[in-house]
């Protein structure tokens, strides 16, 4: 007998703890959701095009000016070699024999900040850094920028939808889990209330198991999502790199606090229920 409880309660932490996970990884997009946006949008590159004439120093001392601007993440200096280098490794080698002089200027790869990548920003941005005379060009992709940020809308709209339906699908399941462990001690939630125990007697001991399952599948499902990142982080360490130590810690806790309320919850009610019953209605 003792051994199918312990199975039993294996199998129910195992099952509270595969759903715990599926919280953990909504509440890491949720968390992160800002953090993910920010990152694609400060990764959307602006070509600053020097005119003709620029030199190389007259580039750099234009660099220097607006790598310190309220807007700039991060200014890159494109030397004439490098930016045919580039272009070579698009075009083909021989791109340039069409051509009696290199078409190449030296330019400025910029990022801007996240707040500064939306449409009325970005046109601001751009005559700002036209007025220099040493600029002949500001290019961007402006569909980019506008489907950038109409699908980041609706990516978080969805994703707001999708945690709202797997929190509640999550306190159905553990919920579901929970009962049927209770269930199957039913008849000695019976004879406690035979000799006389009150509701918060026979409660406390059941209580007191749900915040430690809810404490070990809480661990249990942190562990398994640590694994999980580890396993995916080869293919997207950049994007790793929005996720910092106090959103993990976060998540962490939200896990945990998911599991021991939705845990304690539902013990409370299914003990409530079954010291209600008749004895004959325990066999049903």
């Known amino acids: 007998m003792g051994k199918r409880l312990l199975n039993a309660y294996l199998s129910s932490v195992i099952s509270i703890s595969l759903v715990l996970l599926l919280i953990g990884v909504a509440s890491l997009l ?29 580039a750099q001392a234009y660099l220097a000016s607006i790598s310190d601007k309220p807007y700039t993440n991060t200014a890159r200096f494109i030397s004439r070699e490098q930016g045919i280098s580039e ?17 190449i200027p ?13 449409a009325d920003s970005l046109d601001v941005v751009k005559a ?28 978080s709209l969805v994703l707001a939808v999708f945690i709202a339906l797997l929190l509640f699908i999550s306190f159905v ?70 996720f910092t130590l106090d959103m993990m810690l976060t998540v962490v806790g939200v896990v945990l606090a998911c599991g021991v309320v939705i845990c304690v919850i539902s013990t409370y009610f299914v003990v409530n229920k079954l010291v209600s019953l008749r004895k004959s209605e325990l066999y049903y």
């Open 30 to 58: 949720l968390v992160n959701a800002k953090g993910v946006s920010d990152y694609f949008k400060e990764n959307m590159k602006i070509s600053v095009m020097m005119k003709p004439d620029v030199t190389d120093d007259q």
């Open 87 to 103: 272009m070579q490794e698009l075009l083909g080698e021989d791109f340039l024999d069409v051509f009696e002089s290199s078409p």
């Open 106 to 118: 030296v330019s400025v790869d910029l990022t801007l900040k996240a707040a500064y990548v939306s």
């Open 128 to 155: 700002e850094l036209e007025t220099s005379p040493v600029v002949s060009e500001v290019i961007y992709q402006r569909s980019l920028v506008d489907k950038l940020n109409s699908n980041l809308g609706k990516v």
């Open 173 to 242: 399941l553990i919920n579901n889990t929970v009962r049927l462990n209770i269930h199957a001690r039913r008849f000695t939630i019976h004879t406690m209330r035979m000799v006389g125990a009150t509701k918060r007697f026979i409660r406390a001991p059941f209580l007191g198991q749900a915040v430690f399952q809810g404490l070990i599948a809480g661990l249990l499902a942190t562990l398994m999502l640590t694994g999980l990142l580890f396993a995916v982080r080869s293919e997207f360490s950049q994007l790793f790199s929005v």
